[in-house]
């Protein structure tokens, strides 16, 4: 992404997207402190057990891309610290990871941002070739192209299409929110409360 790519967080953009762009809560950052992460994605297939076409992405993927990986459901790790340093050098932003990792210390003591399912000591093998192409994640369809933002908060994924609308509209909101009082905001809310209640029969008013 350019210097210029506004820097929202998740929560602004679930705000703006359907439930079908927020991927599953249990992918999450691997290590306490993750910064946010906002990047294209670089799609990834893996065959179950197997990790050849994750580690070909390391080297396929574009300067900035966030990786993100189905792992086919099995529990192996698709990647470990080695993999995670190489990706990293190579300017890699992020993994996003439908599955497992291992060497979570030394991707810790890297600074590499990983978010996945969790870790798993054994990794898999090398030696199925899939064809690449969408990929589900967490349950969202990613397309490489399409633009993840990802922090401890959760991952949403734009499509590509509708990313810079949406990454201005989010950055629109954050703005009108930071210039917005605790009163004046309680004000709001109380009127889409009450507004609520009424709609649904409940005459019985807010107390002050």
């Known amino acids: 992404m350019s210097d210029s790519t506004p820097d929202v967080s998740p929560t602004s953009l679930a705000d703006l997207v ?23 994605a670089h ?21 900035g891309s966030v990786i993100v990986v189905d792992s086919g459901g099995a ?41 996945a399912r969790g870790v798993f000591p054994k990794p898999g093998g090398k030696n199925v ?6 990929t589900v994640v967490g349950g969202v369809t990613i397309r490489t192209g399409d633009v993840v933002v990802a922090d401890e908060e959760g991952i949403v994924v734009l499509e590509a299409a509708h990313a810079p609308e949406l990454l201005r509209a989010a950055e629109d909101r954050e703005a ?8 004046g905001w309680e004000q709001a809310h109380r009127r889409k409360i009450q507004a609520g209640l009424v709609a649904g029969g409940d005459t019985g008013g807010l107390p002050d």
């Open 43 to 63: 799609a990834v297939r893996c065959a179950p057990g197997d990790n050849l076409m994750m580690h070909t992405a390391i080297y396929r993927a574009e300067p």
């Open 129 to 134: 070739v899939l064809p690449q192409g969408d």
């Open 176 to 183: 009108a929110e930071a210039g917005q009082s605790l009163d």
């Open 75 to 115: 529990r192996l790790a698709v990647a470990g610290g080695n993999v995670c340093a190489v990706a990293q050098r190579r300017g890699i932003a992020a993994f996003v990871v439908d599955g497992y990792i291992r060497d979570l210390e030394e991707v810790r003591e890297m600074g590499f941002p990983v978010f």
């Open 18 to 40: 359907g439930e079908d762009r927020i991927l599953d809560p249990a992918i999450r950052p691997l290590w306490d402190g993750m910064p946010r992460v906002t990047g294209p």
